[in-house]
Protein backbone atom coordinates (compact mmCIF):
# COMPACT_ATOMS: atom_id res chain seq x y z
CA UNK A 1 0.00 0.00 0.00
CA UNK A 2 1.46 3.51 -0.77
CA UNK A 3 0.05 6.89 1.22
CA UNK A 4 -0.07 10.25 -0.49
CA UNK A 5 -1.44 12.96 0.48
CA UNK A 6 -3.66 16.06 -1.59
CA UNK A 7 -5.45 19.05 -0.56
CA UNK A 8 -8.17 17.19 1.20
CA UNK A 9 -7.24 13.23 2.02
CA UNK A 10 -4.53 11.10 2.99
CA UNK A 11 -5.32 8.60 0.35
CA UNK A 12 -3.58 5.23 0.76
CA UNK A 13 -4.30 3.25 -2.58
CA UNK A 14 -2.27 0.28 -4.37
CA UNK A 15 0.06 0.45 -7.07
CA UNK A 16 0.87 -2.75 -8.81
CA UNK A 17 1.18 -4.39 -12.04
CA UNK A 18 3.46 -3.21 -15.05
CA UNK A 19 5.69 -0.10 -14.04
CA UNK A 20 5.31 0.76 -17.55
CA UNK A 21 2.25 -0.88 -18.46
CA UNK A 22 -1.33 0.39 -19.63
CA UNK A 23 -2.48 2.73 -16.61
CA UNK A 24 -5.88 1.88 -14.85
CA UNK A 25 -7.72 3.56 -12.32
CA UNK A 26 -9.86 1.02 -10.36
CA UNK A 27 -12.75 2.36 -8.06
CA UNK A 28 -14.37 0.36 -5.56
CA UNK A 29 -18.14 0.14 -4.90
CA UNK A 30 -19.83 0.56 -1.87
CA UNK A 31 -20.01 -1.45 0.95
CA UNK A 32 -16.78 -3.00 -0.68
CA UNK A 33 -12.95 -1.91 -0.45
CA UNK A 34 -10.31 -2.51 -2.91
CA UNK A 35 -9.86 -6.13 -2.16
CA UNK A 36 -13.38 -6.46 -4.55
CA UNK A 37 -11.08 -5.81 -7.54
CA UNK A 38 -7.80 -7.59 -6.32
CA UNK A 39 -8.59 -10.56 -8.47
CA UNK A 40 -9.94 -8.24 -11.17
CA UNK A 41 -6.56 -6.43 -11.13
CA UNK A 42 -4.25 -9.76 -11.13
CA UNK A 43 -6.05 -10.59 -14.60
CA UNK A 44 -5.07 -6.83 -15.89
CA UNK A 45 -1.52 -7.34 -14.64
CA UNK A 46 -1.53 -10.37 -16.76
CA UNK A 47 -2.79 -8.42 -19.97
CA UNK A 48 0.03 -5.98 -19.18
CA UNK A 49 -1.82 -3.19 -17.16
CA UNK A 50 -0.65 -1.24 -14.38
CA UNK A 51 -3.41 -0.81 -11.66
CA UNK A 52 -4.49 2.21 -8.89
CA UNK A 53 -6.52 1.02 -6.81
CA UNK A 54 -7.92 3.41 -4.05
CA UNK A 55 -9.76 3.46 -0.87
CA UNK A 56 -12.28 5.89 -1.32
CA UNK A 57 -12.85 8.58 1.32
CA UNK A 58 -14.21 7.30 4.38
CA UNK A 59 -12.84 3.85 3.74
CA UNK A 60 -10.41 1.72 5.53
CA UNK A 61 -6.96 3.92 6.40
CA UNK A 62 -8.19 6.85 3.37
CA UNK A 63 -8.43 9.71 5.77
CA UNK A 64 -9.61 12.67 5.51
CA UNK A 65 -6.64 15.53 6.83
CA UNK A 66 -8.91 18.38 8.53
CA UNK A 67 -12.01 17.88 11.36
CA UNK A 68 -13.67 20.36 9.52
CA UNK A 69 -13.92 19.51 5.94
CA UNK A 70 -17.45 18.43 4.80
CA UNK A 71 -17.94 14.87 5.06
CA UNK A 72 -19.48 14.86 1.31
CA UNK A 73 -20.16 11.82 -0.35
CA UNK A 74 -21.90 12.49 -2.86
CA UNK A 75 -20.25 10.82 -6.82
CA UNK A 76 -18.89 14.55 -7.74
CA UNK A 77 -16.42 14.27 -4.83
CA UNK A 78 -15.56 10.98 -5.62
CA UNK A 79 -14.61 12.19 -8.86
CA UNK A 80 -12.31 14.94 -8.04
CA UNK A 81 -10.80 12.86 -5.32
CA UNK A 82 -10.05 10.46 -8.18
CA UNK A 83 -8.76 13.56 -10.71
CA UNK A 84 -6.39 14.66 -7.29
CA UNK A 85 -5.03 11.58 -7.03
CA UNK A 86 -3.81 10.75 -10.43
CA UNK A 87 -2.69 14.52 -11.11
CA UNK A 88 -0.50 14.15 -7.87
CA UNK A 89 0.50 10.53 -9.73
CA UNK A 90 1.31 12.67 -12.58
CA UNK A 91 -1.19 10.37 -14.79
CA UNK A 92 -2.28 12.29 -18.14
CA UNK A 93 -4.63 9.39 -19.64
CA UNK A 94 -5.81 5.90 -18.14
CA UNK A 95 -8.78 3.72 -18.25
CA UNK A 96 -11.21 4.01 -15.54
CA UNK A 97 -12.82 0.58 -14.27
CA UNK A 98 -15.59 1.40 -11.39
CA UNK A 99 -17.70 -1.02 -9.69
CA UNK A 100 -21.12 0.29 -8.36
CA UNK A 101 -20.07 4.18 -6.56
CA UNK A 102 -16.76 3.86 -8.13
CA UNK A 103 -18.73 3.05 -11.89
CA UNK A 104 -20.77 6.27 -10.94
CA UNK A 105 -17.40 8.23 -10.21
CA UNK A 106 -16.55 6.78 -13.60
CA UNK A 107 -19.41 8.42 -15.10
CA UNK A 108 -18.55 11.82 -13.70
CA UNK A 109 -14.93 11.88 -14.86
CA UNK A 110 -16.25 11.42 -17.86
CA UNK A 111 -18.25 14.31 -18.16
CA UNK A 112 -16.07 16.54 -15.98
CA UNK A 113 -13.08 15.36 -17.66
CA UNK A 114 -13.61 13.23 -20.92
CA UNK A 115 -10.06 14.01 -22.61
CA UNK A 116 -8.28 12.31 -19.54
CA UNK A 117 -10.33 9.10 -19.81
CA UNK A 118 -9.07 6.54 -22.19
CA UNK A 119 -12.17 4.12 -22.14
CA UNK A 120 -15.00 3.60 -19.17
CA UNK A 121 -15.59 0.60 -17.72
CA UNK A 122 -18.18 0.18 -15.21
CA UNK A 123 -19.29 -2.76 -13.12
CA UNK A 124 -23.03 -3.17 -11.71
CA UNK A 125 -24.28 0.36 -12.03
CA UNK A 126 -25.97 2.11 -14.95
CA UNK A 127 -25.86 5.82 -15.88
CA UNK A 128 -27.99 8.76 -15.13
CA UNK A 129 -27.95 11.84 -17.19
CA UNK A 130 -27.20 14.89 -16.27
CA UNK A 131 -26.47 12.86 -12.74
CA UNK A 132 -30.32 13.14 -11.74
CA UNK A 133 -31.98 10.68 -9.09
CA UNK A 134 -35.29 10.15 -10.00
CA UNK A 135 -37.63 7.78 -7.69
CA UNK A 136 -38.06 4.14 -9.36
CA UNK A 137 -41.17 2.16 -10.42
CA UNK A 138 -42.28 -0.03 -7.49
CA UNK A 139 -39.98 -2.89 -7.75
CA UNK A 140 -37.00 -0.99 -7.96
CA UNK A 141 -37.78 1.00 -5.07
CA UNK A 142 -37.88 -2.16 -2.94
CA UNK A 143 -34.59 -2.97 -3.84
CA UNK A 144 -33.60 0.66 -2.65
CA UNK A 145 -34.81 0.06 1.13
CA UNK A 146 -31.76 1.05 2.56
CA UNK A 147 -32.00 4.06 1.09
CA UNK A 148 -35.27 4.90 2.19
CA UNK A 149 -33.78 3.83 5.91
CA UNK A 150 -31.08 6.22 5.71
CA UNK A 151 -33.49 9.26 5.21
CA UNK A 152 -35.11 8.95 8.33
CA UNK A 153 -33.06 9.36 11.65
CA UNK A 154 -33.89 6.53 13.38
CA UNK A 155 -32.61 4.81 10.17
CA UNK A 156 -29.38 7.12 10.47
CA UNK A 157 -28.77 6.12 13.54
CA UNK A 158 -29.17 2.30 13.26
CA UNK A 159 -26.14 2.97 10.31
CA UNK A 160 -24.07 4.48 12.73
CA UNK A 161 -24.69 2.27 15.62
CA UNK A 162 -23.85 -0.96 13.66
CA UNK A 163 -22.12 -0.24 10.04
CA UNK A 164 -20.94 -3.82 9.54
CA UNK A 165 -24.11 -5.04 10.36
CA UNK A 166 -25.67 -3.04 7.90
CA UNK A 167 -22.79 -4.03 5.02
CA UNK A 168 -23.40 -7.36 5.25
CA UNK A 169 -26.98 -6.86 4.85
CA UNK A 170 -26.46 -6.02 1.55
CA UNK A 171 -24.14 -8.39 1.19
CA UNK A 172 -26.43 -10.94 2.15
CA UNK A 173 -29.22 -10.18 -0.60
CA UNK A 174 -27.58 -8.18 -3.65
CA UNK A 175 -26.52 -11.15 -5.51
CA UNK A 176 -27.39 -15.08 -5.48
CA UNK A 177 -26.68 -17.17 -2.24
CA UNK A 178 -23.57 -18.34 -1.25
CA UNK A 179 -21.49 -15.99 -3.67
CA UNK A 180 -18.75 -14.49 -0.52
CA UNK A 181 -16.69 -16.09 2.21
CA UNK A 182 -16.95 -15.19 6.10
CA UNK A 183 -13.85 -14.47 5.33
CA UNK A 184 -13.70 -12.35 2.98
CA UNK A 185 -16.42 -10.31 4.23
CA UNK A 186 -14.77 -9.92 7.75
CA UNK A 187 -11.45 -8.90 5.99
CA UNK A 188 -13.24 -5.94 3.48
CA UNK A 189 -15.30 -4.89 6.53
CA UNK A 190 -12.22 -3.61 8.36
CA UNK A 191 -12.92 -0.30 6.25
CA UNK A 192 -16.21 -0.17 7.25
CA UNK A 193 -14.40 1.23 10.52
CA UNK A 194 -13.21 4.13 9.11
CA UNK A 195 -14.96 6.36 11.96
CA UNK A 196 -15.66 8.55 8.58
CA UNK A 197 -17.66 5.74 7.22
CA UNK A 198 -21.09 6.19 8.44
CA UNK A 199 -21.12 10.08 7.54
CA UNK A 200 -20.09 9.44 4.04
CA UNK A 201 -22.35 6.56 3.83
CA UNK A 202 -25.21 8.39 4.87
CA UNK A 203 -24.48 11.71 3.34
CA UNK A 204 -23.75 9.59 0.19
CA UNK A 205 -27.76 8.62 -0.14
CA UNK A 206 -29.28 11.23 2.27
CA UNK A 207 -28.27 13.71 -0.44
CA UNK A 208 -30.21 12.19 -3.14
CA UNK A 209 -33.14 12.32 -1.90
CA UNK A 210 -33.56 15.36 1.00
CA UNK A 211 -31.85 18.94 1.35
CA UNK A 212 -28.23 18.06 2.86
CA UNK A 213 -25.50 20.57 3.72
CA UNK A 214 -22.34 19.78 0.86
CA UNK A 215 -18.72 20.83 0.36
CA UNK A 216 -18.92 24.14 -1.84
CA UNK A 217 -15.60 23.17 -3.52
CA UNK A 218 -17.59 21.20 -5.86
CA UNK A 219 -20.83 23.21 -6.82
CA UNK A 220 -19.25 24.57 -10.14
CA UNK A 221 -18.32 20.29 -10.85
CA UNK A 222 -22.04 19.20 -10.04
CA UNK A 223 -23.14 22.34 -11.96
CA UNK A 224 -21.37 20.99 -15.39
CA UNK A 225 -22.28 17.41 -14.30
CA UNK A 226 -26.06 18.59 -13.81
CA UNK A 227 -25.65 20.04 -17.37
CA UNK A 228 -24.12 16.97 -19.40
CA UNK A 229 -26.10 14.33 -20.86
CA UNK A 230 -24.27 12.41 -23.59
CA UNK A 231 -20.43 11.11 -22.40
CA UNK A 232 -17.78 11.53 -24.62
CA UNK A 233 -15.97 8.35 -23.73
CA UNK A 234 -16.38 4.96 -25.09
CA UNK A 235 -17.77 3.04 -22.38
CA UNK A 236 -18.30 -0.30 -21.61
CA UNK A 237 -21.04 -1.58 -18.65
CA UNK A 238 -21.06 -4.74 -16.98
CA UNK A 239 -24.03 -5.84 -15.40
CA UNK A 240 -24.57 -8.86 -13.24
CA UNK A 241 -28.30 -10.39 -14.80
CA UNK A 242 -28.89 -11.69 -11.11
CA UNK A 243 -28.12 -8.09 -9.98
CA UNK A 244 -30.66 -7.64 -6.88
CA UNK A 245 -29.68 -3.98 -6.03
CA UNK A 246 -30.23 -2.92 -9.41
CA UNK A 247 -32.84 -5.07 -12.04
CA UNK A 248 -30.61 -5.31 -15.33
CA UNK A 249 -33.62 -3.57 -16.80
CA UNK A 250 -33.15 -0.41 -15.74
CA UNK A 251 -29.29 0.06 -17.34
CA UNK A 252 -31.17 -0.80 -20.96
CA UNK A 253 -31.36 1.47 -23.76
CA UNK A 254 -28.67 4.03 -22.64
CA UNK A 255 -26.84 3.84 -26.07
CA UNK A 256 -27.79 7.71 -27.09
CA UNK A 257 -25.81 8.89 -23.99
CA UNK A 258 -22.58 7.23 -25.23
CA UNK A 259 -22.10 8.59 -29.00
CA UNK A 260 -18.45 7.56 -28.92
CA UNK A 261 -20.23 3.74 -28.45
CA UNK A 262 -21.64 2.07 -25.34
CA UNK A 263 -21.29 -2.10 -25.19
CA UNK A 264 -23.50 -3.71 -22.56
CA UNK A 265 -22.82 -7.07 -21.42
CA UNK A 266 -24.84 -8.72 -18.98
CA UNK A 267 -23.59 -11.98 -17.29
CA UNK A 268 -25.17 -14.91 -16.18
CA UNK A 269 -25.28 -16.22 -13.18
CA UNK A 270 -24.01 -12.78 -11.75
CA UNK A 271 -25.05 -10.70 -8.89
CA UNK A 272 -24.42 -6.76 -7.73
CA UNK A 273 -20.27 -7.74 -7.49
CA UNK A 274 -19.46 -8.92 -11.18
CA UNK A 275 -15.57 -8.20 -9.99
CA UNK A 276 -15.69 -10.22 -7.08
CA UNK A 277 -18.15 -13.36 -8.90
CA UNK A 278 -16.62 -13.33 -12.13
CA UNK A 279 -13.02 -11.82 -11.91
CA UNK A 280 -12.22 -13.67 -15.26
CA UNK A 281 -15.60 -13.34 -17.45
CA UNK A 282 -14.95 -9.23 -16.62
CA UNK A 283 -10.89 -9.05 -17.06
CA UNK A 284 -12.13 -10.92 -20.41
CA UNK A 285 -14.72 -8.20 -21.50
CA UNK A 286 -11.97 -5.47 -20.86
CA UNK A 287 -9.55 -7.01 -22.58
CA UNK A 288 -12.01 -7.30 -25.99
CA UNK A 289 -13.45 -4.05 -25.71
CA UNK A 290 -10.19 -1.98 -25.34
CA UNK A 291 -8.40 -4.19 -28.22
CA UNK A 292 -11.66 -2.97 -30.45
CA UNK A 293 -10.58 0.47 -29.53
CA UNK A 294 -7.02 0.72 -30.26
Given at each position: MKRLTTDLLEITYRDEGHERGRIALLLHGWPDDPG????LAENL???????????????GPTTFRHETTVRDGRGVA???????LMDALDFDRFVVIGHDWGGRAG?????LYPARLTCLVTLGIGYSPFGRFDVPAFDQ?????????????????????DPVGFARRQWETWSPEGWFSEADFLDTARSFENPDWPAITLHAYRSRWRPELVDIRYDEAQTRIEATGALQVPTLMVIGEEDRADYPESSAGAERWFPLGLRRVILPGVGHFPAREAPEAVAQEIQGFASGLS
Amino acid sequence: MKRLTTDLLEITYRDEGHERGRIALLLHGWPDDPGGLSRLAENLHRQGYRTITPWLRGFGPTTFRHETTVRDGRGVALAEDAIALMDALDFDRFVVIGHDWGGRAGYHLAALYPARLTCLVTLGIGYSPFGRFDVPAFDQAQLWWYQWLMTTEGGAQAVRDDPVGFARRQWETWSPEGWFSEADFLDTARSFENPDWPAITLHAYRSRWRPELVDIRYDEAQTRIEATGALQVPTLMVIGEEDRADYPESSAGAERWFPLGLRRVILPGVGHFPAREAPEAVAQEIQGFASGLS
